[in-house]
């Protein structure tokens, strides 16, 4: 796999849908590695969250409290960046005068985890063991956060179950999703609520118009935080993606390899999209995309107060490669907000898109 250098976005052609941008973000709520090509895994694109960021346990609290950009926006000026060898992950603080930049690996040898501490995350009330990286990575989070920081590699069998909760209020079951009776079921890693998240050029393009003049020239889809954002064309309604059930990608090199992916969710949004990248604070109020898109995309009825903005999904097999240029079909669709534990509507076909019972 390579990395993507900047502006290197080919258009699809007329009538095409192409895979433009892909993501991964090994540390989650950090700035993400754009790449060229990722692996898919059944918990979503390689080392995509396998790191996060956690205030310690106490005795109040036992568990690890995950520090997430909604809440910090401060996480939003720490830069990552893989090297050629896909070994070492660096982080930098673009603002720091001091001790900017820290290099962990990418994939921690086992052997160097062995004594480490493990914690427990919960994360939309499903959890998953966490292994302590340690205190000079501890150190350099602290001191740039201004509060005891630890570091924690996805531990245990390196995924945890998806949460009801991300998908119904108050429905803490983990839910069992598979892209289709052929895959095996997926999981993720630190990732909120799903393996993926789909967004799109045309709704990229609505979003940027509700903007003030000044402000469209930004690179405005960093800040929805997607894996895959796919071309659709000039064709194509924004919030076309609203109504995705069910995609085929085409890889460009391997004619034989068809991804299958699985809509799951239109993806209601939080006050992630006010963070400003730039400064690692809250954006002008006229910028703030969380209010502006609020005005008329509250589009799905489990969480009708909160604006949507892409899908979540999964996709297989696993072991398949997403390459930028890819052809993307949209292969089912959905006239409703469709969640992995509610039933079709009578009448509609799911064709093997039918989501499995939830399970504990």
């Given at each position: ?219 405005v889809i960093v800040r929805f935080r997607p894996n895959i954002h796919v071309d659709v064309g000039e064709e194509v309604e924004s919030y076309d993606e609203d109504s995705w ?116």
């Amino acid at each position: 796999m390579a990395l993507s250098p900047p502006g290197s976005h080919s258009p699809a052609h007329a009538g095409t849908m192409k895979i433009q941008r892909l993501f991964i973000y090994p540390v989650k709520s950090l700035r993400p590695v754009e790449v060229d090509s990722a692996e898919i895994t059944n918990e979503g694109l390689r080392f995509d969250r396998q790191y996060v960021l956690v205030k310690p346990p106490t005795e109040q609290q036992p568990l690890a409290e995950h520090i997430t950009i909604k809440w910090n926006y401060k996480l939003g000026l720490f830069h990552t960046a893989i090297d050629k060898s896909w070994s070492k992950l660096t982080i930098t603080h673009v603002h720091a005068q001091e001790d900017a930049a820290i290099t962990i690996p990418l994939t921690p040898s086992p052997l160097s985890l062995m004594d480490a501490p493990t914690y427990e995350v919960s994360i939309f009330g499903t959890k998953a063991p966490g292994i302590d990286m340690g205190e000079t990575v501890a150190k350099y989070f602290g001191r740039h956060l201004g509060s005891e920081t630890r570091l924690l590699y996805i531990g245990g069998n390196g995924q945890r179950e998806i949460p009801g909760a991300a998908y119904l209020p108050k429905h803490y079951q983990a839910l069992s999703i598979a892209v289709n009776d052929k895959l095996q079921p997926q999981r993720i890693r630190f990732a909120d609520a799903a393996p993926l998240l789909i967004t799109s050029t045309a709704s990229e393009g609505d979003a940027r118009k509700r903007l003030p003049p000044n402000a469209r020239g930004e690179d405005v889809i960093v800040r929805f935080r997607p894996n895959i954002h796919v071309d659709v064309g000039e064709e194509v309604e924004s919030y076309d993606e609203d109504s995705w059930s069910m995609l085929a990608i085409h890889s460009q090199v391997d004619r034989a390899q068809e991804v299958s992916v699985r809509c799951l969710f239109r993806t209601v949004r939080c006050l992630s999209l006010n963070v400003d990248l730039e400064k690692g604070g809250m954006i002008a109020t006229n910028r703030q995309l969380y209010g502006l898109l609020a005005k008329d995309r509250r589009t799905n009825d489990k969480f009708p107060h909160k604006p949507v903005f892409g899908q979540y999904a999964c996709a297989g097999p696993s072991g398949a490669l997403l390459r930028v240029g890819d052809e993307v079909h949209v292969t089912e669709r959905v006239s409703f907000a469709n969640t992995p534990i509610s039933p079709l509507p009578d009448g509609v076909s799911d064709a093997g898109s039918r989501a499995s019972d939830a399970s504990g």
